[in-house]
């Protein structure tokens, strides 16, 4: 993936990304030396330059942090305060002992992937963090889609109504599409 950003003739516009987990959690805390190398951080997640000669920058995230926060956003009402909802029939239908909503063909597969994974507590230090897993015999692949459209828009400073985003990313500055990670034309 880095290789295909590093040649990529737009390459000043694609960054690789990838999630981790909880033993890279420290990560995303900003050390001096990282600010100093030029790394910027995020609400769970870090943009850290492999190459400054060559501008190739690479996106890490906490994967458990935002599946988290993707189901949390999910478990609101409808039209509550940082809803997010599928439009489709609503109406619960039994599955296998589950109460489920019924969905539109254009999200079951969307939704399946969503579902593909189980949620297990850890204690961490003082904290307590949802690790998740991949069920047996499921896919994925459209719950990291999701999670990673989430991260950039977190990286675009975008914050959901009434809630904030965190200090540190409402004064960032601005880049335009006709610039290189840099800021050079």
Not at 21 to 33: D, V
Not at 58 to 71: C, G, M
Not at 80 to 100: H, I, N, P, T, Y
Request: proline content about 3%; hydrophobic content about 35%.
């Amino acid at each position: 993936v880095k290789n295909f950003c590093a040649t990529s003739p737009h390459k000043d516009s694609i960054w690789a990304s990838h999630g981790v987990g909880i033993n890279k959690r420290s990560m995303f805390k900003p050390s001096k030396a990282a600010k100093e190398k030029g790394d910027r951080f995020g609400h769970y997640w870090r943009l850290s330059y492999s190459s400054r000669r060559q501008n190739i920058a690479h996106l890490s995230f906490d994967a458990n942090w935002w599946k988290t926060f993707l189901w949390s956003r999910l478990r609101v009402s409808l039209g509550g305060s940082g809803c997010l909802s599928f439009f489709g029939e609503w109406a619960k239908a039994s599955l296998g002992g589950q109460s489920r909503p019924r969905i539109k063909d254009e999200h079951k597969l969307l939704i399946e992937h969503i579902r593909a994974e189980s949620p297990s507590e850890k204690d961490i230090g003082d904290e307590n963090v949802e690790i998740w897993a991949l069920d047996p015999n499921h896919e994925n692949h459209l719950l990291d889609v999701v999670v990673g459209c989430l991260v950039a828009a977190s990286f675009e400073g975008l914050s959901m109504a009434g809630h904030a985003a965190p200090a540190d990313r409402r004064q960032r500055k601005k880049y335009s599409l006709g610039k290189n990670k840099k800021g050079a034309a």
